[in-house]
């Protein structure tokens, strides 16, 4: 039985993007895309969706009183749906406790920045601005703050004195799109262990 994949995005979709087409070269093996769900009514990513078939919903945050309640529609989607991994990405909400209680240890993100430094929405513009010599890109497990939870898998890339914020933060999209499929693979095959903080690999 294939693993059944929810992915949740605010944006382009990017990293959708390359989540499904590894699962087309086969780097994610035994998996789907089976729900795409946005925030934003103009997601880029919902096309993307579309364009492959695959159900897509939008929630609109102002039709929640509270971010709980916002989840609670989120997790109804994902259960009809029969989700057993959540990808955030993209998506630019926090993430709340009724959420992760549904899917404990089953919510990934990826992040521009070698965690811990950097979390938030900023991170590429952070590290540019702190003046770092690497940066790179994180895949961590989704706790209740802010980029806070375990790491699983993490990518450096060198910053170079003449970079922007877009160079820089396009170069480390390119590992985004590597990693990240790498990583929702390792949780497909069963092959991550959580001991506390630390995320340990079985090959």
């Given amino acids: 039985m294939k693993k059944r994949i929810a992915v949740l995005a605010s944006g382009s979709g990017s990293n959708l993007q390359a989540i499904l087409e590894a699962i087309d070269r086969g780097e994610i093996r035994d998996a789907e895309v089976v729900l795409v769900v946005s925030d934003r009514k103009e997601a880029y990513a919902l096309e993307r969706a579309r364009r492959r078939n695959i159900p897509t919903k939008y929630l609109r945050a102002k039709d929640y009183a509270s971010r709980e309640e916002f989840d609670r529609a989120a997790v109804l989607c994902l259960e009809e749906a029969q989700a057993e991994l959540v990808v955030l990405a993209g998506y630019m909400r926090l993430i709340t406790s009724l959420f992760l209680s549904t899917f404990q240890q ?20 952070d ?52 990693l990240y499929p790498k ?21």
């Avoid at 089953?106 to 513009?125: D, E, Q, T, W």
């Avoid at 209740?144 to 970079?163: H, R």
């Fill in 106 to 125: 089953r919510v990934l993100n990826i992040h521009p920045s070698l965690l811990p430094a950097f979390p938030g929405g900023h991170g590429v513009a």
């Fill in 127 to 178: 590290a540019l601005a702190y003046g770092v010599k690497v940066s790179g890109c994180t895949v961590h497990f989704v706790d209740e703050g802010m980029d806070t939870g375990p790491i699983l898998l993490q990518e450096a890339v060198s910053v170079n004195d003449e970079d922007t914020v877009e160079s820089l933060h396009e170069r480390i999209r390119q590992l985004e799109h590597q």
């Fill in 183 to 203: 990583a929702i693979n390792l949780w497909v095959q069963g092959k991550i262990k959580l001991m506390g903080r630390r995320c340990v690999i079985n090959d």
